[in-house]
């Protein structure tokens, strides 16, 4: 059997993140639904339409490889996700949720910043310059992503998460 490559190497984190969108897209509407912030929920249904996208650049990439879109399941993202899903049964208030959901969502942010900038990492390193533009064309959007989440939670959410909580937002 020959050793693995770099290219080989680039292939297997590919299928791990494009598994984590696939189950991004499939737990973004329950967060869109459970958010009690039009602006929370807002995000939540934008960053569906661009996960999608995601996607679609994903296999754009599998594409330019020659190789099958196929996803290899990622448990990290799988965990993360179960994460949300726990937020959403512990019965906290409405504003409390949000804060915790805006939590949840920059956890999934950060794991797939960490992911795309590794694939592209990969990529410029094998000279793949057209998958190393499309998955840096994924990390800004990621990155962009974080920080309306974090505006949100700094400019309105916990501030109201705080007043609901009895107490006064520092």
């Known amino acids: 059997m020959a ?12 299928r791990d993140i ?5 189950q991004i897209a499939k737990a973004l509407p329950k967060m869109a639904r459970a958010a009690s912030s039009a602006q929370l929920r807002q995000a939540f249904e934008a960053h569906l339409e661009q996960t999608n996208g995601q996607i679609e650049r994903l296999q754009q990439v599998f594409e330019e490889l020659d190789t099958r879109p196929r996803g290899k399941h990622c448990d990290a993202m799988e965990g993360l996700i179960s994460e949300a899903q726990e ?13 915790a959901l805006i939590a ?13 900038g590794t694939l ?8 793949l310059d057209t998958v190393a533009q499309l998955l840096d064309e994924t990390l800004q959007e990621e990155k962009d992503t ?9 400019g309105d959410v916990n ?12």
């Open 87 to 99: 937020i959403l049964e512990m019965g906290l208030a409405p504003e409390v949720q949000d804060a």
């Open 18 to 22: 494009y598994h984590a969108e696939k």
């Open 146 to 154: 974080d920080t309306l989440l974090n505006k949100l939670a700094i």
């Open 159 to 170: 501030k109201k998460a705080m007043a609901a909580s009895g107490k006064k937002a520092a």
């Open 3 to 14: 050793a693995k490559t770099m290219q080989d190497l680039l292939i297997e984190d590919l």
């Open 120 to 127: 592209h990492a990969y990529a410029t390193a094998c000279g």
């Open 104 to 116: 949840a969502a920059q956890k999934v942010e950060h794991y797939e910043i960490a992911s795309y």
